[in-house]
DNA sequence: AATCATTGACGGGACACACC
DNA sequence: GGTGTGTCCCGTCAATGATT
């Protein structure tokens, strides 16, 4: 056999990234096709005159173009097929990468979230979800509301599960919790709880990922939302686990232009906690013994931590 | 009803790399 | 060489929704 097999076409393998760290749970075919349209019609008409929801669509389209060379050129020239095409190889990479993601953060969060040495009752598997969630105290995501739609954030959010009304950014999105499913899906499984020691490139690595962008902080709370609830299946329209409007409103914020200052402090303390090294981490002293030091006490308090 | 297509979870295996 | 670790890919299964 000639092994005409797709061995990873480049656009999968982008996918993959591009879903992680700028846009996921998307439709890639029509966000190409509405993308070319848009920048024919962009003549006559401004960015104003189009939607909210739109206009964040169109800048994801800028961000694949941008990212990946000679690919406004393919689509330009390609016929409809050929931009359906492309789409789906990067949707295929995105909805794969989400999967394993998924998969492999599913046993790990328990011995995230069960301090360590001690028996939970009731038991929470790591192959199973079926006690997590509303089931059980630990996996709780949210306490005194019934119903938990995308837009109401869970406490796990929030340094020490609390929610501090006077300073909404107080502690937000700066848990050890994060940081750990951060570690395990981009620089690598093993470099969660010790010094990294892997012998593969990481999904970081493995793209020239030198720093947080916004948007992978989101996927990341978002995956581990996903994994802390009780539904085994993880659906974009499903209106019970509500995912895609949970990441939507971690998005909303995260680009809003009257946040940016908050949100550059955010992204430099996650560039120091992810990639000390990196000058994205710059401004923060980077010693290897500061960086154990800071792992370790993030691992103590882990395991003094519950999610209520 | 019955059938088909699509989607995602899961297990397993191939492959690559860095150590011993 | 062998072993451990990690990514990527594939086959299978179950659930869901659309079509007939």
Same mark, same amino acid.
Request: proline share 4%; charged share 20%; aromatic share 12%.
């Given at each position: 056999m000639p092994e005409f097999s797709l061995k990873s076409d480049p656009l999968v393998s982008h996918g993959r990234h591009f879903g992680r760290?700028?846009? %996921? #749970?998307?439709n890639y075919p029509s966000l190409l096709t509405n993308g070319i349209l848009c920048l024919e019609q962009l003549e006559d008409a401004? #960015?104003?005159? +189009?939607f909210i929801r739109e206009r964040r669509e169109h800048r994801v389209f800028e961000k694949l173009l941008d990212s990946y060379p000679g690919l406004l050129e393919r689509l330009r020239e390609g016929s409809e097929e050929e931009i359906l095409h492309v789409g789906e190889l990067i949707g295929k990479g995105a909805s794969a990468a989400r999967g394993e993601d998924t998969k492999s953060l599913k046993p790990v969060v328990i011995d995230w979230i069960v301090p360590a040495g001690e028996v939970i009752l009731p038991p929470l598997p790591? *192959? =199973?979800? &079926? *006690?997590r969630g509303f089931n059980h105290p630990l996996t709780h995501l949210q306490s005194g509301v019934i119903s938990v739609s995308g837009d109401q954030w869970p406490l796990f959010l929030y340094a020490n599960e609390a929610y501090d009304p006077e300073d909404p950014w107080n502690g937000l999105l700066r848990t050890c919790l994060l940081i750990n499913a951060f570690r395990h899906i981009f620089t690598s499984p093993s470099s969660v709880d010790r010094e990294p020691k892997a012998t593969r490139a990481g999904n970081a690595r493995l793209h020239g990922m030198t720093a947080v962008t916004g948007a992978s902080i989101a996927y990341v709370t978002t995956q581990v939302r996903f994994a802390l609830c009780s539904s085994s299946v993880f659906s974009r329209t499903d209106t019970a686990t509500d995912s895609e409007t949970f990441y939507h409103s971690l998005l909303d914020l995260l680009e809003d232009p009257d946040e940016q200052g908050e949100v550059t402090d955010l992204l430099v303390w996650w560039n120091y906690q &992810? +990639?000390?090294? =990196? =000058? %994205? %981490?710059?401004?923060t002293p980077k010693t290897n013994s500061a960086l154990s030091k800071i792992r370790q006490k993030c691992a103590t308090a882990l395991t003094a931590a519950s999610i209520s």
């Open positions: 760290t700028v846009f %996921a #749970l998307c401004t #960015l104003e005159d +189009f790591r *192959n =199973s979800k &079926i *006690n &992810i +990639f000390p090294t =990196s =000058s %994205a %981490a710059k401004g």
